[in-house]
């Protein structure tokens, strides 16, 4: 059976547009080589028919809620974002609309635990390796925002515990994840790199912006002063020219142009803000690595597990059929000698062991392990009985292939 998986990711002002931007997939990724361009169609959102703006979506549903004229904070969690999901051996086994249901149940019942009114957003992703549902809500209660309160470590239990009990009762063959578990959620630290990565965009945006006016007042500066009424500067656009203006002009576009310091130390303050983030970004990206490898490890280890049962089931099997021919043998054997009855079972035990293993089985090194001392008389008995059936199995289809071809 597979696990269900429901992480909650906190999400401050700062980080809203990163997130629209992820979810509703406006920028290419740099840092999610997961996301498929080819199956974006396949997305969509269980609340929205047209893609929104985050930031206005969540300050209406904090304004039509809010009680008493004190401002958020700056710090303020706005948005507990819950990502649904489980592995591709469950989402395998569904059918597409039966994929929806799994996303709309669990939306529905967030939906009616932490309001609908409160419900920004739940954006499901099909263009990525494992399809998973975005579910942002804005943690309102009582006109104000309460995140800590409402997520809360009792309720996050909540959600491992019956969330997973809810959706079993649906008839979704999926369980909760294993208790105590430190492993972090693969797709948690995609989302957090994803979005650190959009806000490292931005601030290049703005620092495009600022030294665009920084270059603006360098070439303001080279301008060469001829007297206090006029003065005559090259402009190098369209080739060498000449223009000339009035020194009031001049004064005003040299203030204006002076008025670019605060810029120039708002750009000192992105960069080292770029680089932080440069920083936590490559801190993910490692982390995340280090998860896949995690998780390959234990592809392989449940892989071995699975091969291991499949040959106890097929030893219990054997065992099974083995007490099954004696018993249905035992009559013919009540009449025998103790050494004729082993044998007699080493017989029986001999054709069980072909029938349930192949041919292979009758090998020297495989046989020997299942056939015990006092059984081995019959048991060797038998094995050269079938292993002259299948010498004679393939002479005669020799003899048809060389007749075949003597016709061709």
Known sequence: ????????????????????FHNQREKESRTNPDIDPANRHLNYDLVNAEKIDYNKRVKEIIGSQKIGERKTRKDAVLVNELLITSDTVFFDKLTPDKQKQFFEESCTLFSERYGKQNVAYATV???????????????????????????????LLWIQDEFPKHMQKLGFDIERGEKGSKREHIETQKFKANTLDQQVKDLETKLQDVTKVYEVEQQVDSIPVKDKRDLKAKMGLNGARTIEISSEDYETIKSLAKGSEGLKRENKGLLRKVEKLEVRIDMLNERNSTLVEQKKRLMDENRQLKQ????????????????????????????????????????VRTGVLEQTFGPDVLKKEQFDQYIPDDERPGAEGMRETLQQKREQEKSINRGKKQELDLER
Not at 130 to 148: A, N, S, W
Request: no cysteine; glycine share 8%.
């Open 1 to 20: 059976m597979s696990f269900v998986v429901a992480r909650m990711v906190k999400i401050k002002s700062h980080d809203v547009k990163g997130i629209q």
């Open 125 to 155: 992703h099909n263009d990525e390796r494992t399809p998973h549902l975005h579910l942002g809500i804005v943690p309102m209660r009582d006109g104000k925002l309460q995140g800590k309160n409402i997520f809360n470590r009792q309720e």
């Open 308 to 347: 291991a049962i499949n040959t106890y089931e097929k030893l219990v099997d054997y065992l099974k059929m083995t007490l099954e021919a004696i018993k249905f043998n035992a009559t013919k054997g009540l009449g025998m000698a103790k050494e004729k009855m082993q044998a007699y079972v080493g017989h």
